[in-house]
């Protein structure tokens, strides 16, 4: 009897240690949304990322009130989380006032339980430049990440 209480305690632990899993649907208190919307084709692309290393990237028809796709890609660590979050806070994210938007526009969202903070723009040569790196470097890391 004491080895199959064991038994079931140890499955059903195990059962609790998986990373849940977040949709568009149900998104954390806490994530960093990356993407750009316009242009000649009216489409919004947006990278979610999660506090779990998960990260999502959805398309949108501008316009439409349907998401073309949202797909998971590969997944990161918490640890890069929390250096994006990092990245931010160095450039005092929170402290910019920025809401251009033009053909194309690019923007940074950053959500948590204390903040919802958004910036966007759409020249890149005119936004700050802590701001167009992180945006470049992080979509440049996401994509050589994609590949391997």
């Known amino acids: 009897m004491k080895k199959l209480f064991v038994a079931i305690l140890c499955v059903f632990g195990l059962t609790q240690c998986h990373n849940k899993a977040y949709s568009l649907n149900d998104?954390?208190?806490e994530y960093i949304q990356i993407g750009s919307y316009g242009g000649f084709a009216g489409t919004a692309k947006t990278y979610f990322f999660f506090p779990n290393g998960q990260r999502i990237l959805s398309s949108v028809i501008l316009g439409s009130d349907t998401?073309?796709?949202?797909?998971?890609?590969?997944?990161?660590t918490p640890k890069d989380f929390k250096e994006m979050l990092k990245g931010l806070n160095e450039m005092e994210f929170c402290d910019m006032d920025l809401n251009e938007i033009g053909n194309m526009t690019h923007f940074i969202r950053?959500?948590?339980?204390?903040?919802?903070?958004s910036v966007q723009w759409s020249d890149m040569n005119k936004a700050p430049e802590a701001l167009v790196s992180f945006y470049r470097n992080t979509l440049k890391n996401?994509?050589?990440?994609?590949t391997h």
Not at 67 to 76: E, L, R
């Open 27 to 29: 998104l954390p208190k």
């Open 67 to 76: 998401v073309q796709s949202a797909n998971d890609i590969t997944k990161a």
């Open 110 to 117: 950053l959500k948590t339980k204390k903040e919802d903070k």
């Open 142 to 146: 996401l994509k050589t990440k994609n």
